[in-house]
Every structure is written in structure tokens, then in C-alpha cells.
Nanobody, 126 residues
Framework: QVQLVESGGGSVQAGGSLRLACVAS????????MAWFRQAPGKEREGVAL???????QYVDSVKGRFTISKDNAQHTLDLQMNGLKPEDTDMYYC????????????????????WGPGTQVTVSS
């Protein structure tokens, strides 16, 4: 079972940047697909970006060109560089991992991923 812990959340003004980090431990060699999700209170968790074992990254349209997902296999870390932040990016952000391959964006849902971190809050003020 993979344990995931996120960090790097905080409060910024619109247009600012944050870099989220996720550290994986325990069974990390089986984490082939890793992803970032976000969720606002009362709303469904939505996928943001995902990256596979070959470092192929995919992004949802709302963050494309602003966010960059990356991972370091040796350090067992997953990052999300967020630039040009908007108030609508305010959410709890979660790191997720799966030992299988990454889904296409069409199937990029939270039920694909069995392993989750506790989340880190991002707040963007206008």
C-alpha cells in the first residue's frame, strides 16, 4: 500500500504561483500512474493532471498552459507547479497513485486511483 503526503499549499493572490509536492512511501515501485486532483466543499473531486511511468503528462483544459506536473522516480516525489493562479483554482488538492497505467482524460476520475494523500489547501484571492 502506497502512502502519500502532500505539501506546499497556501494562500496567494490571483496571478501568483505555488508549487505542490507529494511524497510517496511504501510500495512506490508499483505506482505507475500518479495524478493531482482537487475538490471544493460540496463538489465532486476533479482531476487536474496526471503523469505516467514514461513521464507522459496530461492536463484538463482549465489548467493547461498554467500548471505543470512532474515526478522524480528516484526521490518518489510528484510535483505540481501552478502559475497564473485564479480564484477558481481555490480547492483542496490531493495526490493520487495507481499501479496500473494512466487513463485517458475521458476516464480521468477519482475511482481509477486507490491510493490518496490527505490533501493540501490552496486559496487564491482576487
Amino acid at each position: 500500500q502506497v502512502q502519500l503526503v502532500e505539501s506546499g499549499g497556501g494562500s496567494v493572490q490571483a496571478g501568483g504561483s505555488l508549487r505542490l509536492a507529494c511524497v510517496a512511501s511504501g510500495g512506490t515501485s508499483s505506482s505507475v500512474c500518479m495524478a493531482w486532483f482537487r475538490q471544493a466543499p460540496g463538489k465532486e473531486r476533479e482531476g487536474v493532471a496526471l503523469i505516467d511511468e514514461n513521464d507522459f503528462a496530461q492536463y484538463v483544459d482549465s489548467v493547461k498552459g498554467r500548471f505543470t506536473i512532474s515526478k522524480d522516480n528516484a526521490q518518489h516525489t510528484l510535483d505540481l507547479q501552478m502559475n497564473g493562479l485564479k480564484p477558481e483554482d481555490t480547492d483542496m488538492y490531493y495526490c493520487a497513485a495507481d499501479r496500473g497505467g494512466c487513463p485517458s482524460l475521458l476516464y480521468f476520475k477519482d475511482n481509477w486511483f486507490p491510493n490518496w494523500g490527505p490533501g493540501t489547501q490552496v486559496t487564491v484571492s482576487s
